[in-house]
């Protein structure tokens, strides 16, 4: 099946460090921005279905043995707002329960204004801001 | 947070046969707006009390629990209203977020403010009661005829509970008694039977919702050292408060007795029947006054509410579990807007059983308990 | 580190038994007579103050393990005189000659575990250690036992591993379900590293010391509550060994629950990871969930097994756990909880059954492992 580009935001829209639901074809997806990177999930945790945009974007707590504690990789997990579980942004990974567990990582990529495709933000956004950069995300 | 979280999001599954059905959450927080909103119920000797001694309680921390939570407030990180208020503390916002949301027809109000029970200072504790629930009708049952009040009440001195309970019992809008389970001496001793006598004779039920603060650790063996430990030490808190009651004979003296478990989970209730039974067989001497097996007195006299979702990992065993403690006895719950809630899709999709069978835990049993509509 | 020396002793001479030899049982009690049988284990000292002061007229029986509650003694394993269990020609006829395993482990519950003076819980744990071996141990090559050690004194109770570890009739150490503190707290960790350096595993058998009620909310007024909360101590027990990270600390370390009820554990564990998912950065060091680390690393003994009789519970324990390594064959000599010789709550021939009895316990206890079913048809 071929895969369809949506536009869902501005890249302005999403400052770094935080996250923003969008609505691409019809699916709801959690965005990310970690120091400029977007990243995008399904805002569907695979446990309740809590939404992951709503999460608090924390780091990784690790430990080699009991008490010595140590945070990796700050602001590159997001927290589900309900139970908790932490889902690696990058790869949409849940570290508690890998493989039952993913989230739906989605590809996006950063374009400029005049390769837009369709999306929500398509027309109004394109003819606005022509210089901007939007966001875009692939299903 | 902002309130966009609130805007609709893609189509839910329909969950099953949950389909259109409105539910019965046996467990919702209502929270003070402000912190000074319950002072305008306390009468101005108590708001004086509040104001200069603050907390009393039976623990080395004097405003808040002793295990530091993984989440703000215990909740759900998308549930603090967009108008200051805290999670729990702003009607219209649980309104759109879980009444409607969730299609919930009743919904139990269960006020953990405080704890007017666990007070050591009785009079206060006594005084906080009434004001505790003259808030829930006037701020929540009075504004949205889906909430239910509950009577919390001063235990350690039953004739201050029995006289709330006998103030609050007239009006039909409290469904309920409710007790901190963590008492001063395990629930069954016979200091709180005039509490069941009064439960009995207005016909209301007892909701032990998990928690409290009565002195002792939480375990056994001490307290433990993380939240992880102590956020299970309420299932065998549960354990506990159904052993104390089964075996002191509670249920041969109040026979017409019906106690709900809020919040303890389920699936270890089987093997604790199941132990009951056993020992106490062998034990018979020593407790001669039940007259029926434990697991007898337990299916008759508890109910059970779902949250938090046992999960085990064959979803199957969820339902078998269900089904040793009764169909009949298990009632849903969310525990809103704390951050182990469950959905009640969520719950429908894991039980996976007939439309019949779901609607009545979804619903029905509790409808039947309390005598809802 | 594992001990290499080869402790099997063979059984020579002991009787088939139900199970032909090929059995461990991992519980089975013997009682102090009363303190009086210990004054020859102590040395000048503590010998005249325990005279002294009548000290050696008390008894020393556990609240949680009253000797004459039909729970503790089944009438056909009853003395005619002494406390139950203080009579080795009653555990001999009608426990080792009867089931015939090739090895018992002998639990010796008492108080001296229980004092609050560290100082003389040890001596007393050191001189039921020394009766253990000469009035027990000494008397049947079936016999094993559990190094007794005083609870409240980590230092003490490593010490007193140290002294007792040479000699491979000592299996495991001895603990108690209920503590002054939760099993896995650092405070009890000098008690883990002595055990990890001798290859024993901890034996933590149902009681308590009543530093805290163990319905945890208060007294009730039964035994029978107290009796039926011994589980939620374990539960309590395997929050805190994992959530602790015990076994992050000591990777080779063993617990062995004894008289736990059993059937609790699995929904416990659903429990307990799932709130692991939500919390886990709480204890970092916990990386699998809790119920992978359980099954690497506690075991339980079989009775009492909590379940409708013929239920079939142990199988689906089994399937629930993911693991059939879990159940160690155990009498709970001479507990009641079973009639005659039904001991098992499967049929004997199943492969169930021959993990239980023997192929489990063997693993579990590195100085079973090279025990041989020297009776064995
Ligand atoms: S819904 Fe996300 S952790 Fe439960």
């Known amino acids: ?139 | ?373 | 580190m594992q001990d290499r020396t080869d402790h099997s002793i063979p059984a020579k001479g002991a009787a088939a038994g139900l199970f032909g030899g090929a059995a461990v049982d991992c519980d089975v009690h013997v009682s102090v007579p009363s303190v009086k049988a210990l004054l020859p284990y102590l040395d000048a000292y503590w010998r005249q103050q325990f005279v002294t002061r009548g000290i050696d007229r008390l008894s020393w029986n556990m609240t949680s393990d009253p000797p004459n509650a039909p729970i503790m003694i089944r009438p056909d394993r009853r003395p005619t005189n002494g406390r139950p269990g203080s009579d080795y020609s009653i555990l001999k006829d009608k426990c080792l000659d009867l089931f015939g395993p090739s090895a018992a482990i002998a639990n010796c519950i008492y108080g001296g575990m229980a004092l609050h003076s560290e100082d003389m819980a040890a001596v007393v744990c050191t001189a039921v250690n020394d009766w253990l071996a000469a009035e027990w141990l000494d008397r049947d090559p079936r016999l094993r036992a559990s190094i007794v050690v005083p609870l409240n004194n980590a230092d003490l109770a490593a010490e007193e591993i140290e002294r007792r570890a040479g000699d491979p009739r000592f299996v495991q150490v001895l603990m108690l379900a209920m503590g002054e503190q939760p099993l896995g707290k650092r405070a009890h960790w000098p008690i883990f590293a002595a055990a990890s350096r001798h290859g024993l595993p901890i034996g933590v058998h149902a009681g308590s010391l009543y530093q805290q009620p163990p319905l945890a909310g208060g007294y009730g007024s039964y035994f029978l509550e107290d009796y039926v909360a011994q589980a939620f101590g374990f539960e309590s027990c395997v929050l805190s060994l994992v959530s602790e990270g015990v076994f992050a600390k000591f990777p080779e370390l063993k617990f062995v629950f004894m008289e736990s009820g059993v059937t609790w554990l699995a929904p416990a564990l659903w429990r307990f990871d799932k709130t692991w998912r939500g919390v886990r950065a709480e204890i970092p060091w916990v990386k699998t969930p809790p119920s992978q680390i359980v099954r690497d690393h506690i075991r339980l003994t079989l009775q009492p097994f909590d379940e409708p009789e013929g239920a079939g519970r142990l199988e689906r324990f089994c399937e629930q756990m993911k693991s059939d390594e879990m159940v160690l064959f155990s009498t709970d000599f001479p507990h009641w909880h079973y009639e005659d010789e039904d001991v098992l709550p499967i049929g004997a021939e199943t492969a169930l059954a021959r993990k239980i009895l023997w192929d489990n316990p063997r693993a579990t206890y590195p100085r079973l492992k090279a025990l041989a079913p020297e009776v064995l048809a």
């Open chain 2, 1 to 373: 947070m902002s309130m966009d979280l609130l805007e609709p999001r893609e189509k839910r599954k329909p969950g099953g046969a949950l389909q259109g059905l409105g539910v019965v959450d046996c467990d919702i927080h209502p929270q003070f707006a402000t912190p000074g909103e319950i002072l305008t119920f306390l009468p101005e000797r108590w708001r004086d009390y509040v104001r200069t001694y603050g907390g009393f309680y039976r623990q080395p921390l004097a405003d808040t629990l002793s295990h530091p939570r993984m989440a703000p407030d215990v909740a759900r990180a998308d549930s603090w209203p967009p108008g200051g208020a805290p999670p729990g503390g702003d009607l219209a916002f649980m309104q759109r977020q879980h009444l409607d949301a969730n299609n919930v027809d009743h919904g139990m109000l269960m006020p953990l403010n405080r704890g007017p029970g666990n007070q050591r200072n009785l009079e206060y504790g006594a005084a906080l009661a009434t004001a505790v629930n003259d808030w829930q009708i006037a701020c929540w049952v009075e504004r949205d005829a889906r909430l239910h009040a509950s009577i919390v009440c001063t235990q350690e001195h039953p004739p201050f509970a029995i006289a709330e309970i006998e103030r609050c019992a007239k009006d039909p809008r409290f469904s309920q008694i409710m007790l901190p389970p963590k008492s001063l001496e395990p629930l069954g001793r016979r200091r709180y039977w005039p509490i069941f006598e009064a439960a009995e004779a207005f016909d209301l039920p007892i909701a032990l919702h998990v928690g409290g603060i009565n002195g002792y650790p939480a375990t056994g063996s001490g307290w433990p050292s993380y939240y992880i430990e102590e956020q299970h030490t309420n299932v065998q808190g549960m354990q506990g408060l159904i052993t104390s009651m089964v075996v002191e004979g509670v249920f041969e003296q109040f026979p017409g007795l019906r106690i709900v478990l809020v919040e303890g989970g389920v699936a270890w209730a089987p093997p604790l029947k199941w132990r009951l039974d056993k020992h106490w067989k062998r034990l018979k001497s020593e407790a001669p006054h039940l007259k029926r097996l434990p697991s007898e007195y337990i299916h008759d006299h508890f109910w059970f509410t779902t949250q938090p979702l046992d999960e085990p990992p064959e979803d199957s065993d969820l339902l078998e579990t269900f089904e040793q403690v009764g169909l009949d006895r298990i009632m849903f719950s969310t525990d809103y807007p704390h951050w182990d809630f469950d959905e009640p899709s969520f719950v429908a999709a894991k039980l996976r059983i007939g439309p019949e069978k779901l609607r009545a835990i979804m619903s029905g049993n509790a409808r039947e308990l309390y005598g809802l509509t």
């Open chain 1, 1 to 139: 099946m071929s895969k369809s580009r949506f536009v869902v935001a501005r890249t302005s829209d999403v400052a770094p460090g935080t996250s923003l639901r969008v609505n691409a074809g019809g699916r709801d997806i959690a965005l990310f921005n970690i120091a400029g990177a977007f990243f995008a999930l399904g805002d569907r945790c695979p446990h309740e279905s809590g939404s992951l945009c709503a999460g608090k974007i924390v780091g990784f707590a690790e430990a080699d043995e009991p008490g010595k504690y140590r945070l990796v990789r700050d602001g590159e997990f997001v927290r589900c707002p309900w139970h908790g579980w932490e889902f690696d942004i990058r790869t949409g990974k849940s570290w508690c329960d890998p493989e039952k567990s993913r989230v739906r990582a989605y590809q996006t990529g950063v374009t400029s204004g005049s390769d837009l495709v369709e999306g929500p933000y398509v027309a109004e956004t394109f003819k606005v801001s022509v210089e901007e950069n939007y966001v875009v995300v692939e299903i």
